[in-house]
DNA sequence: GCATTATATTGACATACATCGATGAAGACT
DNA sequence: AGTCTTCATCGATGTATGTCAATATAATGC
């Protein structure tokens, strides 16, 4: 797998490879999805438990269900959650692989 | 200074600090100034070199020089970047201390 | 002083986004 | 069948954002 580093170690020279658009319209789609206040504190509480109902969600934020409803889908098209329907309920969780490139992006040494 | 993550390790049991909305915000604003693919492309120029000058950016990006400019403007005052003036250019650099904070929010270990 | 060059700011416009109430779809329970 | 609960989707609305042309600012050189 092809790894993206928007911020490279500190040692690159000048011919370190520019990042093509496509690259850069995908890793801003990912940054986009936790660009807003509500979706940090969705993830937040994900990454504490392994799956957390879409009920609980709508209970701990004071917004209508209609909008948290509206974040997850969000986050399910940057592919940083994922969704698991058990009767009446569905289950999400994030996606621990998909959150790694990001760091990967920021400079993380591996 | 407090370690904001996000995504903490694997290991955290149910009572895992909440994150509260103003560290929410803040970081939600920080991602927010890599939300766009030509800041993130920006950001990977400015990476890959000790400081660049505006004038290289507008030639490397199809976009004119005023949205550059706001460009630059949002990196600026998201806090991830700093201008040095000589003469009449402008030189950015990236601002690394300034993105660690957001790996470490991404689960990065240390 | 005047022309030129490098950036920033302003104003306008079109598009994207966060939010809500209303409604739809599907399972659970009686 | 009918009702209740859980969640998603739709439609509307206000606000934020990306973009550019025009203009402003400020340094350089003649």
């Known amino acids: 797998m092809k790894t993206l ?16 658009s496509e690259d850069a319209e995908r890793l ?24 957390v109902c879409v009920c609980d ?12 409803s509206h974040h997850l889908r969000i986050l399910r098209e940057a592919g940083l959650v994922e969704v698991t329907k058990r009767g009446t309920w569905s ?10 490139p990001l760091r990967l992006a920021l400079g993380a040494s591996s």
Chains 1, 2 share one sequence.
């Open 5 to 20: 580093q928007v911020i490279p170690a500190i040692c690159c020279g000048p011919d370190t490879p520019v990042l093509d």
């Open 28 to 51: 801003a789609t990912q940054f986009r999805a936790l660009a807003d206040p509500t979706r940090v504190g969705i993830v937040n509480r994900l990454a504490a438990a392994a799956e």
């Open 57 to 68: 969600l709508t209970a701990a934020f004071d917004l209508s269900q209609p909008t948290i």
């Open 91 to 100: 289950y999400y969780r994030l996606l621990p692989e998909a959150v790694e």
